[in-house]
C-alpha cells in the first residue's frame, strides 16, 4: 500500500477491483463504510457478486482478464473529458517527458520485439535526453512525442463500443464508473484504488496495476490522504517476507539479484545505480552502495572487507535471463533436475497451478524437509490417494512449527507497521519457531563442514551465524550496527552502536544492516520502535488518522508515501481540509515526508517521485518487460477468437512452462466454453493448511464449491447443492454447486460467455472436503513477475454421477 | 511482556430507560433474579499478538494462565481493527490449541507409507547430512563459460509469509549460504 | 441497567467474526457440516451455535440483494420461553435483573422433552435449542460472564463494521433510531425489528420476511406457547 488502513476513511470515491475486500479483509470495511458515511462512493467491479458488493454503492460485473480494456477506456475518458489534475500531471508526473524516436507502437506490439526470444529491446523506449543528459520536456503537453500525446493516441481505440463487448460490461456502467471516479481528478478530491490478487494473478497483472497507477497520476490521487494505489496484501507478513526477499530475483531490501553479468561488487553497485544530472531529483537508488554493502557486512562480519568487496564473490550468481520462480522450479523438478529443498509454511501441492504436475515433481525429489503447524498435502504428497507409497523414494522430514502466539517478533501489515509481537507461551509440545529450525539446520551444516570440509565451504562458514535463534538480536541486526567507531555531522557513534536511520549508513564497512529499508526501527539499544503501542497524535495527525506513535512504519516511520505529492509546488496542499503534510516555519509537520528539502519551487526543492531516477510519477513506465503503456491481451486461454484492440491475441512476453503436462486450451475452444476463476474465502486461508485444520472455520465452510449462475445451471441440468465435476484440459475437480443470482452471463464480441467461480483452499487431508482447484489451472505467468495466471482459464462443467473427493 | 488495560470495557453510560415490567401491567410473576456466572479470563494475563492471516495485521490479546492460553479477542488498541476480528482472527485461541497440530517430529523413509516420531537432535543431524551431501555433488564453481558462479542449483526454499521479519532475514541469509537460487514464497502466487 | 445489542444489518458483510468468537468464547464444540449451496452453515442454529449468520439472495428488478442476518436469541423483554419454563420448572429461565439478559441455566435440565419442546415453540424467533448431551436449553447469554464484568459481548466486541453494538437499552434505541433515519433515505421500507419488546433490536433495509422466517415474530395456530408469545404484543402497544 502506499497509504494505510485507516487512510481509507478519507476517500471521496473507492475503487474495489481486482479485490474482494470484504471476504478477504474483512478489516477493511470498516474504513470503507465510514468514508460511505462520510459521503464516499464505492464501486465494486468483480466477475462475481460478493460480499464486498453488497456493501458496496454498485457492482460491475466484469469477465475476468479484461480489466485493461476497462481501465484503458477510463484513462480515455479522462483525456477526452480533460479531467486530468494539471498541475500534478504537469508538475508530477512524466507526461511532459518527450519519449526518443525508436519508440513505436503497432497493432499490439511495442518497438523492439524479438518474437523468437520473446522479449523487448526495453531501449527502444527510451526518454529524449537534452545536451546535459536531462530528459527533454514540453510542460504544455503539446509535442507530439510526449507522453501525454502518447499516451492519448495509445487509448484512442479504447472506445466505449469496443470496451463493451470485450468486457462484456455494459456501456452504461462503463460510463457510471468512469464518471464517478475520475470526478476525484479535482484537486481537493481523493480516490484510491484496493486491489489485490484479482489484478496480480493474471498474464497482464503487472500492466493492471499500472494502468491504476497511470489513472491515479492523472488524476492527482498518489501521495494525497484518501489516495493512492492500494495493494491488500493477502498473507500475515506478505509485506515484510517481499521486503527480506524470500525470493530469488533479490536480496532484501529490493537489490537484483548478482549474476555472472557482474563478476565484482563494483560492477554489481556500477550497473544498479542510477544516475542523473537533474539537481532536483533525488534519485534515492543512487544511495544503493551504501544499503548493498551494510547488508555484505551484515552478513559477512569480519570476513567483509573491502578488498574482498565485502564477500560478494562468495554469493550465488544467477544466470541472466534464467526464471527461478516457483513456477518454473517446479518444472524443473518435475524433470527430475531438483534434489532436495525446504519448504515452510507453504502449500503448494494445493495452491500452485497446474497441481498434478506439482504432486507429480516432488515425487521425484531425494529428500524434502517441511516446516509446518500441521500436516498438509505438501508435507504428505507421498501418500497422496492417487499413488502408491513404495514407489516414492523421497525421504520427508516435517518440522512441526509453533504458532504465532507461542513466538516473539515482527510482521509488517499491508500498510508498512511495523509490529512486534510477545510470545505469550512455551510452544506447544515439541513444537518450535521456524527461525530456530532455520538456525539449528545451519548450525549442522556448519558443523559438517567446518569437520568435513567439502565443496566451497567458505561460501556457508564465511557468514556470521547466531549462535541461537532471538528475534530480538535478530531485529536489531535487521536494523543494523556500526561496525567502528565513526562520527557523522559532529555526532560520534561507537562501535556497536545501533544505526538511527539509514541516513547513516555508509558504503566503506562502517555499519551493517540487514534490511536498509527497516533500518531506524531499532536506532539504540532497548528501543524497539515495533513494540511502541501509544495512540498519540497531533489534531492534524488525528484528522488524518495517521497514528506515528504507535509501531513503526517503514520508510522512517513515513504513512503516506509519496507524499510530497500532496501539495503543490508551492508546498501547499491540493486538499487543505486533509494535509498530508504542510511547511510551516521552514520545516514539514504531519507525516514524516519523502525527504526534508523545501517545497519543489524554492530554490532547494526536490520532486516528489524519489525512487525514480526522474523523479517523475511514471505514466510512461520505460521498466516494465512488457511494454511502457498497459495493453489490452486476452488470458493465455480466452473464450473470445479475436482480440478487438490488436492481432496480437495473448500477451506476447507472457511466462509459459512447457512440460508435457502443459497443455492449454486453444482460444474459444469448443470442448471448454466457460471461463473459471479462482480466488479465496473468508474463513479460510491460502492453501487451507491452517484453516482446515481449525475445526470452528471448517464448520463454518466445509467443502469445496463452485459458483454459477441460473442461466448456466439451466443449460447444464444442474441445481443448487449437486455435486459436479469441473474439466479443464489439465484436470477435473469434483465440487458442490452454488447456483446463485450473484454470476450472470456476460454477452462478449456478440456470444453469450459464461463464468464459474471456484475457492482453491481445499484438500485431501482434510477428509472429504474436496482436493485442489488447482488441478484445472494452467502454468502461465505474468513476465515481469512470474504470477501465475489463477484468475482466468478456460474449463467444462457437468452433474457428476459419483463423487469420490467429497463427502456428501 | 507487555500488559495493556482493556479499553473493551463497557462504558457506564447515563440512566437508561427503566423497562416496564409486565408486573406493573397487571400479571402475576416470579420474583427478579440475579444470575451470577465467572469469568473465566479472570487473572489471566493479557499479552499482544498479531492475528497470522491477512495483512490487515489485527493485534491480538492473549489470555494466559498458569503458562497456557486460555482465551483470546481482538485488542482494542489497535487503531486499525479497534478490538474487532474476522473469523480467521476469531479463531487464533482455538487454531493454536487445535488437536489437528503436529507435536513432535515426523519422518517418512523412502517407499514408506506411514511416518515415524523422531527426536529433534536425530532430524536435524540427518538434515544436514543430506544438505551436506547433495551439495557437495551437485554444487556448481563454474558455468559452461567459465565465470564464477557459486551455484547449487538442484536445491530450492519455499516459503514462507507466515514467518517473521527476523525469521525471513536469516531464512534468505540461509539460501545464499547454501548457493541456493530457487527461492520462492506467496509473495509469487 | 437493562442492557440492549443494535444489530444494523445494512452494515453486515457477513464476515461471520461474530458467529467463530461466540463459539470461541463458549468453548463450543465444532458441528459437522457439508456445502449445500450456501455459505450459510451450520444451517441453522443449534446447541453449539448461539449465533448464526444467515444469507438469503433475491434479484429485484435487474438488482442483486444478498442479505445478511446475523441471528441469535431477542432476549425479550418479556420473555415467552420464560413464562413457559416457569410453569415447570421455576429458575430453569431467568431473567437478570441487572441487565435484562434472558439465560437458559443448569435447571433446564429438569425439564421433560415436551416440557424442553414446548419452550422451544414459546419462542416466537424459534431461537432454542436442547443439547441432547447435556439435556440443558442453550441460546444466547449475552455474554453475561463478559457483561457482568464490564466487558461487552463477544460478538459486538468482534464485529468488524459497526454492524453489532452493545449498551444501555436507551442509548441503543437512540443509536438505531438515528440509523433508521438514514437508512431509510435509500430503503423507504427499512425498520426496526419489534424494537419495543426486544432487547436485541436489528434494522433491516428490506422487507424482514426477505431475511429468513424467523426474521419476524412467528405466529402459529393458538395454544399455550402461542398464547404466552401472544402475551408481548399488549406490551409493544402501550410502549408505542
Known sequence: MTQHWIDIKNANAILIMGSNAAEHHPISFKWVLKAKDAGAKVIHVDPKFSRTSARSDFHVPLRSGTDIAFMGGMVKYILEKDLIQKEYVVEYTNASFIVGDDYKFEDGLFSGYDPEKKKYDQKKWAFAKDENGVSKRDKTLQDPRCVYQLLKKHYERYNLDTVSSITGVSKENLLKVYEIYTATGKPDKAGTMMYALGWTQHSVGVQNIRLAAMVQLLLGNIGVAGGGVNALRGEPNVQGSTDHALLWHILPGYHGVPTTAWPTLDDYLKANTPATKDPKSVNWWQHRPKYMVSLLKGWFGDKATPENGFGYGLLPKAEPGVDYASMFMFDRMYAGKMKGGMIFGHNPCVSMPNTHKIRAAMQKLDWLVVGEVHDTETSSFWRDPSVDPKKIPTEVFLLPSCQRGEKDGTTSNSGRWHQWHHKGYEPAGQSKSMGWMVTEIMKRVRGLYEKDKGVFPEGILSHDWPKEYNADEMAMRINGQFTKDVTIKDKTYKKGDQVPGFALLQADGSTTSLNWLYCGCYPEAGKNLAKRRDLTQTPMQAKLGLFPNYTWAWPMNRRIIYNRASVDPQGKPFNPELPVILWEDGKWIGDIPDGPAPPMAMEKGTYPFIMHTEGHGQIFGPGRVDGPFPEHYEPAETPVAKNPFSSQMNNPCMKVAKSDKDLLAKPADPKYPIVLTTYSLTEHWCGGGDTRNTPYLLEAEPQLYVEMSHELAAEKGIKNGDPVVVESIRGKVEAIAMVTVRIVPFQVEGKTVHLIGMPFCFGWTTPGCGDATNRLTPSVGDPNTTIPEYKACLVNIRKADKVTELAI | MATFSRRGFMKITGAGVAAMSLGQLGFDLKPAYAYAKALKIEGAKEVISTCAFCSCGCEIIMHVKDGKIISSEGNPDYPISEGALCPKGAAYYSMHVSDHRVLKPRYRAPGSAKWEEKDWDWMLDRIARKIKDTRDKDFMLKNDKGQDVNRWESYFQLGTSQMDNEECALTHQMCRALGGLHIDHQARV | ?240
Not at chain 3, 425479550?76 to 419454563?85: E, F, R, T, V
Not at chain 3, 441487572?98 to 435440565?109: D, F, L, P, R, S
Not at chain 3, 431509510?184 to 422487507?207: M, N, R
Open chain 3, 1 to 240: 441497567m437493562a442492557k440492549s445489542i443494535f444489530i444494523d444489518t445494512t452494515r453486515c458483510t457477513a464476515c461471520r467474526g461474530c458467529q467463530v468468537a461466540c463459539k470461541q468464547w463458549h468453548d463450543h464444540e465444532a458441528v459437522p457440516t457439508k456445502q449445500t449451496g450456501t455459505h450459510q452453515n451450520p444451517p441453522d442454529l443449534t446447541p453449539n451455535n448461539f449465533k448464526l449468520v444467515r444469507f438469503s439472495e433475491h434479484k429485484i428488478e435487474g438488482r442483486v440483494h444478498w442479505l445478511f442476518f446475523p441471528e441469535q436469541c431477542r432476549h425479550c423483554l418479556q420473555p415467552a420461553c420464560k413464562a413457559a419454563s416457569d410453569s415447570y420448572v421455576e429458575g430453569a429461565i431467568v431473567v437478570d435483573e441487572a441487565t435484562g439478559i434472558v439465560v437458559c441455566t443448569e435447571k433446564t435440565k429438569e425439564l421433560t422433552a415436551e416440557q424442553a419442546q414446548e419452550v422451544i415453540d414459546a419462542c416466537p424467533y424459534n431461537v432454542p435449542r436442547l443439547n441432547e448431551k447435556t439435556g440443558e436449553l442453550a441460546k444466547c447469554d449475552m455474554c453475561i460472564d463478559r457483561v457482568q464484568a464490564g466487558l461487552i459481548p463477544m460478538c459486538v466486541k468482534t464485529c468488524c463494521t459497526g454492524t453489532m453494538n452493545f449498551g444501555e437499552r436507551a442509548d441503543m434505541l437512540k443509536l438505531a433510531e438515528e440509523r433508521l433515519a438514514k437508512v431509510q433515505k435509500e430503503f423507504p421500507k427499512a425498520e426496526l425489528l419489534d424494537a419495543g419488546d426486544l432487547a436485541v433490536i436489528y434494522l433491516v433495509s428490506q422487507p424482514r420476511e426477505m431475511y429468513h422466517q424467523y426474521a419476524q415474530r412467528e405466529l402459529r395456530p393458538l395454544n399455550r406457547a402461542d398464547f404466552l408469545a401472544g402475551l408481548t404484543r399488549p406490551l409493544r402497544n402501550i410502549l408505542g
